[in-house]
T-cell receptor, first 113, second 113 residues
Framework: ETGVTQSPTHLIKTRGQQVTLRCSSQ?????VSWYQQALGQGPQFIFQ???????GRGNFPPRFSGLQFPNYSSELNVNALELDDSALYLC???FGQGAYEQYFGPGTRLTVT | RKEVEQDPGPFNVPEGATVAFNCTYS??????FFWYRQDCRKEPKLLMS???SGNEDGRFTAQLNRASQYISLLIRDSKLSDSATYLC??????????????FGKGTKLSVKP
């Protein structure tokens, strides 16, 4: 196992609501990246946090936001949920700025109705 | 053109077969390359990094051809447990999305008895 944990495992929300997903990185890792994986697709990069600062962002609107805490755990917040936000949200843990080898948590499956 | 393209699959092979997956990437400045494996409804797991000189890990061999922007994965003596989706992953150099891993859609492998 990677030692990366995520909570909750499953979540059902209604369109327009807000959601917060959580991730704890592997011991010794200081970088967390978030990805969205729709059914039948590869994961798509949302953003990365390195030492509590955003270190890059993919093509996602501002209603997707995040935080990293001093212990390197991280949150992903999504406001004004849309039906298309239904997906598996993955966080990945790594060491150092940039991607290199990333280790994924089990993901949070979000369903928006 | 998609940034990372893979054989669409699915590949259905008997146990013991040798199977090869191919992947092409569009950004010639890409810096790092990986193969991940993803089981159904699970997170992606790093299978191996891909180096310019090619590398082998047991039954798995990865090759990189930078001139052709082509990556391959060869699995020898397939096992039932190799059944999964194999994701080709590229890390581009620089750009506005540091830390961005770009995933292909994946190729599904099914190994039959």
């Amino acid at each position: 196992e990677t030692g990366v944990t995520q909570s909750p495992t499953h979540l059902i929300k209604t369109r327009g609501q807000q959601v917060t997903l959580r991730c704890s990185s592997q011991s010794g890792h200081n970088t967390v990246s978030w990805y969205q994986q729709a059914l039948g697709q590869g994961p798509q990069f949302i953003f990365q946090y390195y030492r509590e600062e955003e270190n890059g962002r993919g093509n996602f609107p501002p209603r997707f936001s995040g935080l990293q805490f001093p212990n390197y755990s991280s949150e992903l917040n999504v406001n004004a949920l849309e039906l298309d936000d239904s997906a598996l949200y993955l966080c990945a843990s790594s060491f150092g700025q940039g991607a290199y080898e990333q280790y994924f948590g089990p993901g949070t499956r979000l369903t928006v109705t | 053109r998609k940034e990372v393209e893979q054989d669409p699959g699915p590949f259905n092979v008997p146990e013991g077969a040798t199977v090869a997956f191919n992947c092409t990437y569009s950004n010639s400045a890409s810096q790092s390359f990986f193969w991940y494996r993803q089981d159904c409804r699970k997170e992606p797991k790093l299978l191996m990094s891909v180096y310019s000189s090619g590398n082998e890990d047991g039954r798995f061999t990865a090759q990189l051809n930078r001139a052709s922007q082509y990556i391959s994965l060869l699995i020898r003596d397939s096992k039932l447990s190799d059944s999964a989706t194999y994701l080709c992953v590229v890390r581009p150099l620089g750009g506005g999305s540091q830390g961005n891993l770009i995933f292909g859609k994946g190729t599904k492998l099914s190994v039959k008895p």
